[in-house]
Each structure stands twice: as C-alpha cells, then as structure tokens.
C-alpha cells in the first residue's frame, strides 16, 4: 500500500471523528437552550430541544457506524497480524450503536409512547442487543485461532522457555517443549 492512500485513509477516519464530537456538541449545546427547550413540536411534550439532540447524537452514531465499517475496510486492505481484528470491530460497533440507539430514538419517541407501546420498544432492543451480543461472541469464537496464535507467539517470542531448542547431533531446530528431536530422535536437554 502506497504512502498516498494510507495518508488519505488516517484523514477520513480523522473526518469520521470530527464529524462525530462536531454532532455531539452541537446536539448538547443547542439542545440546551432555552429557546429550543420551551418550544414544543407538534403542541406535545416533545419540544425543540428533543428534536436536536435526536438529530446531533443520531448523527454521531452513524458517523461511528461507518467508522467502524471503514476501519475494517482499511485493516482487510493492509492486511498482517493484526488483521483478525477487522471480525471484531463490526459487531462490537454495532452493539455500541444499538444499545445507545435506544436512548437516542427515545428522545422523540416518549412523548408517544405509552407504557405498552414502550414495553414492545423495550424488547425490540432487548432482542437487538442480545443478537448484537450473540455476533460478537461468534466474532471473538471465528478468531480464536488467531487470537491464540497471536498470543502464543508472542508468548515464545518474550517468554524465557521461548528458545528453540537446538538439537547437539544434527543440529535441527525443535520446539522449546520437544523432547526428542523432530530430525534424528535424539534426546533433547
Ligand atoms: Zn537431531
């Protein structure tokens, strides 16, 4: 991967990040004015301020979406150890998402909802985030042989019985646990 695009790469995720806190402080900021807070839509209980702050936090967490799908995109490009990461990030996203999503859709939702209508919401979440839950766990199971390999190799690499050993009659490299030799079957020290 050329210079240009890694460059270009680290300037829209630096993009998704400013668009994100930018949508955050904006949605808090104006959400808190009085103007925005004592004026109602539609004659309800849903004023201004509601509507903004669904606006502001709805947009960040979109922005944070497509982050998360981005930065995968560039981690399955570069490639290298660390690529397994890129199963991971998604789901684990997507779980962020819509367990905040709940809390932002409600912003304009509450004024119309009752206490059964709110009961069916809750549990389209409760569902939504138990399969968020459920894909992260099949994310972590899929990548548990590179996650051990990552791990056991850097385990050999800064570990005291990490050395391979070599063996004295033929000299073959073996494993650092290898009683015998792989090449000759000699006996190992
Ligand atoms: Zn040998």
Known sequence: MSNDTQINEGWSIGRYVAVIL????????????ELFAKT???????????LVRFLGYGTALAAFWLLGQHSTIALQQRGGRWSFVQNLILPAVTLIVVSAAYSVALLILKPMLDTALLNIYNWI???????????????????????TEVFTSAAKR????????????????????????????????
């Open 40 to 50: 109602s839509v539609f004659s309800g209980k849903l004023t201004a301020a509601h």
């Open 125 to 147: 979440f409760i569902v939504a985030i138990l399969a968020c839950a459920a894909w992260v766990v099949m994310a972590v199971l899929g990548q548990s042989a590179s996650l």
């Open 158 to 189: 800064f570990g005291a019985s990490g050395k391979n050993k070599a063996c004295a009659a033929c000299g073959a490299d073996n494993e650092p646990t290898a009683k015998f030799c792989k090449q000759c079957g000699k006996g190992l020290d």
């Open 22 to 33: 930018v949508a955050l402080i904006l949605g808090a900021a104006i959400g808190s004015m």
